[in-house]
């Protein structure tokens, strides 16, 4: 991505869990949240390998499928992972005037609880939807909401 283009991120994008609930909201919403995640992991310059982590260890066609618009209906823990990928983008921004230096502390190793001097990406790379959760509410934590 170029320094220029930015992912610009409304309330809307960062979805409120039970809403993952009815079929049809994920259905309608999958197309929508692949795009986002794959202009998201561009800008975080992620490698597949980290992408795939982040969306649950999903197989690579099936990664490969969704970079080509061939996208189903999203299971209710991918959309939620997006969402939080989405909610530690849109919190990053909000924290750093500068998006250059949220990506820096992003991937920067932390000495702080939940990382253990990892940085706050790897902690993210953990596999668990609660790595993702953790970050997320460290993120929101330093901003100031409960």
Do not use: C
């Amino acid at each position: 991505m170029h320094s220029t283009d930015t992912i610009q991120i409304a309330a809307s994008d960062v979805l409120a869990p039970a809403s993952l609930r009815d079929p049809k909201v994920r259905e309608g919403m999958s197309s929508a949240a692949v795009r986002l995640f794959l202009k998201l992991a561009d800008h975080w310059s992620l490698s597949v390998d980290q992408r795939l982590a982040l969306l649950g260890d999903i197989s690579r066609p099936t990664y490969h499928n969704w970079q080509r618009g061939k996208v189903g209906t999203l299971s209710r823990d991918q959309l939620e992972r997006i969402s939080l990928m989405l909610g530690i983008h849109k919190g990053l921004k909000l924290l750093f005037s500068d998006e250059a230096a949220g990506l820096r502390w992003f991937k920067s190793a932390n000495r702080d609880l939940p990382f253990g001097g990892a940085a706050p990406l790897d902690r993210a790379l953990g596999g668990s939807i609660d790595d993702l959760y953790a970050v997320r509410r460290y993120i929101d934590a330093w901003r100031g909401i409960k």
